[in-house]
Antibody, heavy 122, light 112 residues
Framework: EVQVLESGGGLVQPGGSLRLSCAASGFTFSNYAMSWVRQAPGKGLEWVSAISGSGGLTYYADSVKGRFTTSRDNSKNTLYLQMNSLRAEDTAVYYC???????????????WGQGALVTVSS | DIVMTQSPDSLAVSLGERATINCKSSQSVLYKSNNKNYLAWYQQKPRQPPKLLIYWASTRESGVPDRFSGSGSGTDFTLTISSLQAEDVAVYYCQQAYTTPLTFGGGTKVEI
């Protein structure tokens, strides 16, 4: 059974840093690109970043470029999101999402975690 | 960036009746090389993550009831729920996967 489970959310002050993790199981992790998608309270979905199966390619939304870094450790089946210089507008539930098809496929997401809440506030 | 615009923002449908949600992209999401539309639909119920319903604009994800169907091409797409059930109350999002940044529509809330 495919599972993805986020961890590492919490309360952080503006300008602070936080690292989210996403532990994956039930599929060959290195064969699939992964993404982070966030949802501010009461708002819609916003794509944050994506990373190829090998980890060699990464993509970011302009809103987080230069502040967030996505990486993965395929030996641990884990995806990461390092968030620096956090702002109030980064407050959201952050979802880890698996691409539907193997590496190179378009970004349709067939499995999502339950989400990790990140609150940026003083 | 490709802007995805959904309409309506919300709709109320009686049980057993049809629900239709529209999604328009600011540029075509049809790849001419493979004649596929890079468009997906998701359902999100309260306090749950989104669930993939439809991809390639009209391919139903495994396990999704056949009352859900997707249609359209290029820039105009539709999600139809042929006979609304109580468990279909949710917010529905379209998403383009044609190019990064991947973008979602603003969502359509479906109520009874």
């Amino acid at each position: 059974e495919v599972q993805v489970l986020e961890s590492g959310g919490g309360l952080v002050q503006p300008g602070g840093s936080l690292r989210l993790s996403c532990a994956a199981s039930g599929f060959t992790f290195s064969n699939y690109a992964m993404s982070w998608v966030r949802q501010a309270p009461g708002k819609g979905l916003e794509w944050v970043s994506a990373i190829s199966g090998s980890g060699g390619l990464t993509y970011y939304a302009d809103s987080v470029k230069g502040r967030f870094t996505t990486s993965r450790d395929n030996s641990k089946n884990t995806l990461y999101l390092q968030m620096n210089s956090l702002r109030a507008e980064d407050t959201a539930v952050y979802y880890c999402a698996k691409y539907h098809d193997e590496d190179g496929s378009p970004g349709f997401f067939d499995y999502w975690g339950q989400g990790a809440l990140v609150t940026v506030s003083s | 960036d490709i802007v995805m615009t959904q309409s309506p923002d919300s709709l109320a449908v009686s049980l057993g009746e049809r629900a239709t949600i529209n999604c328009k992209s600011s540029q075509s999401v049809l790849y001419k090389s493979n004649n596929k539309n890079y468009l997906a639909w998701y359902q999100q119920k309260p306090r749950q993550p989104p669930k993939l319903l439809i991809y390639w604009a009209s391919t139903r994800e495994s396990g999704v009831p056949d009352r859900f169907s997707g249609s359209g091409s290029g820039t105009d797409f539709t999600l139809t729920i042929s006979s609304l059930q109580a468990e279909d109350v949710a917010v529905y999002y379209c998403q383009q996967a044609y190019t990064t940044p991947l973008t979602f529509g603003g969502g359509t809330k479906v109520e009874i």
